[in-house]
């Protein structure tokens, strides 16, 4: 069971590039989100999507922009990288609920950016 | 949106039973209470839900109170391995469903 991969796991940028971050989940989830996480702090939601071909804002969502053309994958992208973009970035995927029943969020393992 | 309040920082032996609690005094009536743990350098991992009844799992109890504005998860016999951050949250029902706002959480250390 692959779950939920984050593609790569460790990246340096040098300010002003451009990189993308794939998530690719394999359990058929609707739901898709992305968040960042710096030190000492919990988990803040960038974007977030709740199917395939939609994407919202979430709390922190400037400098970030995401796609989800295929139901499977959620991409994270950085146009112009930032030092303040430097953080830890988790991805999460989640079925809807159905049937009354609520459901549990699957995490990625991180990746983890430098911005210098 | 419903907000939850945790500790900082809780501290346990090894071995005893640890109570972790969350408030969320202005969850909806639709609103389920899930914890999630997160390990050194891991992402987060689900632990437990519930909605007004008390859950069990292999890795948890959850007690909710009854007017559902604190819950406790109880950790029965604390090892090593469960020292990480723990986060409780709120995740709505129908079309907020989708919503899930993490907190800082507890940091649970466990003595040896």
């Known amino acids: 069971n692959a779950g939920v991969t984050q593609t790569p796991k460790f990246r340096v940028l040098k300010t002003g590039q451009s990189m993308t971050l794939l998530c690719a989940q394999d359990?058929?989830?609707?739901?898709m989100y992305w968040y960042r996480q710096d030190p000492g702090m919990g988990l803040r939601l960038i974007h977030y999507?709740?199917?395939?071909?939609?994407?919202a804002k979430g709390e922190v969502p400037d400098g970030y922009n995401v796609s989800r053309l295929k139901k499977q994958n959620f991409l994270l992208g950085l146009e112009s990288a930032a030092p303040s973009q430097t953080s830890v970035y988790f991805c999460?995927?989640?079925?809807?609920?159905?049937?009354?029943?609520?459901?549990?969020?699957?995490f990625g393992q991180g990746t983890r950016l430098t911005v210098v | 949106d419903a907000k939850t309040t945790q500790p900082n920082s809780m501290e346990s032996n090894e071995e005893e039973p640890v109570h972790l609690p969350c408030n969320h005094s202005?969850?909806?009536?639709?609103?389920?209470i899930h914890w999630y743990r997160q390990l050194p350098s891991q992402g987060p991992e689900y632990v437990i839900h519930?909605?007004?009844s008390n859950v069990n799992n292999r890795m948890a109890s959850l007690a909710i109170a009854e007017d559902r504005k604190s819950s406790t998860l109880i950790l029965h016999r604390a090892t090593l391995r469960d020292a990480a951050v723990y986060y409780c949250?709120?995740?709505?029902?129908?079309?907020?469903?989708?919503?899930?706002?993490f907190g800082k959480g507890t940091l649970l250390t466990v003595n040896p």
């Open positions: 999460a995927s989640r079925k809807v609920m159905t049937g009354g029943l609520n459901t549990e969020a699957f």
């Open positions: 359990m058929n989830h609707e739901y």
């Open positions: 999507s709740v199917g395939e071909g939609t994407t």
């Open positions: 202005t969850i909806s009536g639709t609103d389920y």
């Open positions: 519930g909605l007004t």
């Open positions: 949250i709120l995740t709505g029902s129908g079309g907020s469903n989708y919503k899930l706002t």
